[in-house]
C-alpha cells in the first residue's frame, strides 16, 4: 500500500474553513491552517487546494526518494537532502523580515522561507511519509525533531536541513539569542499544531508593527487571538493598532481590557498614559 498519496486538502474552494474552524479542528493541520490565515490576512484570492495538492506532489516525489527499508533516522536525513538540496528548499538569510516567508503559499512558490515556515513544510511532508517529525521551538530558532527508538534526530530547515547535535543548538541559540550559559535539555521539547502557528504569526505582527502596516496588524493579532484566547498582550497590541490607525475608542477598550488582565504587567504604567492619552483625544472629538 502506497503510504503517501491520500491528499489531505478535504474541502473544495468554494468552502474553506475560516481559520478561527481550523482551530476546531482535531487534530489541527498545521498546513492548511496557515494557508488558512495566509488567505484572510494578505492572499484574499488564495486557493488553498491547490497548495494542499502541492504538498501531495511534494510528499509524491520525496517518497520515490527516500527509501521505507532504511532505518527511520535514514529516512528523515534523505527527506532533508531531498527538500533542501534536491528541491532548494532554502532559509531567506538576506530578506529575513520579508513577510513572505512567513505565509505557506509564498514559501511554496518561491521555496524561500524562515525556520518555522520551512519546518513546516519539512514536517508536512514528512507526516505524509509517516516519517514521526515534530516542530521544536528553541529560543530564537525553530528547527524539527524526529522520534527515533535509536535516539532523536534534530534537523535544521534554515540552514539546509543539517543534522545538529547539542552543542549545535546551542550555537543556534546564542547567535540568534545573545544568550550565555548552558544548554538546555527542554529547548528540545516538541511543540504542538498551536505553538507553531502562534509562533509563525507572532513573526509577521512584529513585521507588521516595524512596518507600521496598521491594517495587516491587526489582521494578524486578531487571530492571535483565537490561538491564544487567555494572553492579554494581545489585548495590549490590539489597542496599540487601534491607536495608531486612529479608531480611539476601540483603542480605550482594549486598553482598558489589558489593564484588567495584566494590572501589575512591567508596561502596565505605559499602557495608562496611553489609555489616558486615547481617553483625551476621544473625548476632544466629542
Known amino acids: 500500500m502506497d503510504r503517501c498519496c491520500a491528499g489531505v486538502s478535504g474541502l473544495t474552494k468554494m468552502n474553506y474553513l475560516s481559520f478561527e ?11 492548511r491552517a496557515a494557508l488558512s490565515f495566509s488567505r484572510e490576512i494578505a ?7 491547490s497548495y494542499l495538492q502541492r504538498l501531495d506532489h511534494l510528499a509524491d516525489l520525496a517518497s520515490e526518494a527516500v527509501p ?16 533542501f538540496n534536491q528541491m532548494r528548499f532554502e532559509g531567506n538569510a538576506t530578506e529575513y523580515s520579508d513577510p513572505r516567508n512567513s505565509y505557506l503559499n509564498e514559501v511554496l512558490d518561491r ?26 521551538g528553541m529560543p530564537g530558532h525553530f528547527i524539527v525533531g524526529v522520534s527515533d527508538p535509536g535516539g532523536d534526530l534534530y534537523l535544521d530547515p534554515f540552514h539546509g536541513g543539517r543534522h545538529l547535535s547539542q552543542v549545535d543548538c546551542l550555537r543556534l541559540v546564542e547567535k540568534s539569542t545573545g544568550y550565555q550559559g548552558e544548554f538546555q535539555l527542554t529547548w528540545l521539547e516538541p511543540v504542538g499544531p498551536r505553538r507553531i502557528l502562534t509562533r509563525m504569526l507572532f513573526n509577521l505582527r512584529n513585521i507588521y508593527l516595524q512596518q507600521q502596516d496598521w491594517t495587516r496588524a491587526l489582521a494578524v493579532v486578531e487571530r492571535l487571538t483565537m490561538v491564544q484566547p487567555d494572553a ?15 479608531s480611539l475608542s476601540n483603542a480605550v ?24 492619552s486615547a481617553a483625551q483625544q476621544l473625548a476632544q472629538r466629542n
Do not use: C, K, W
Not at 43 to 49: A, F, M, T, V
Not at 114 to 135: F, M, N, T
Open 21 to 31: 474552524e481550523e482551530l476546531q479542528r482535531e487534530p489541527i493541520q498545521i498546513a
Open 43 to 49: 492572499y484574499p484570492g488564495l486557493e488553498i487546494d
Open 68 to 83: 521505507t527499508h532504511e532505518p527511520l533516522a535514514r529516512q528523515a536525513l534523505i527527506l532533508s537532502d531531498f527538500l
Open 111 to 136: 521555496r524561500l522561507g524562515i525556520p518555522i515556515s520551512l519546518s513546516v513544510v519539512y514536517i508536512d511532508v514528512a507526516q505524509r511519509l509517516e516519517i514521526p517529525a515534530q516542530g521544536v
Open 232 to 246: 492579554p498582550g494581545n489585548l495590549r497590541d490590539l489597542g496599540v493598532i487601534y491607536y495608531q490607525s486612529g
Open 253 to 276: 477598550y482594549y486598553y482598558e481590557q489589558y489593564l484588567l488582565r495584566a494590572p501589575e504587567a512591567e508596561d502596565a504604567d505605559l499602557v495608562r498614559m496611553s489609555l489616558q
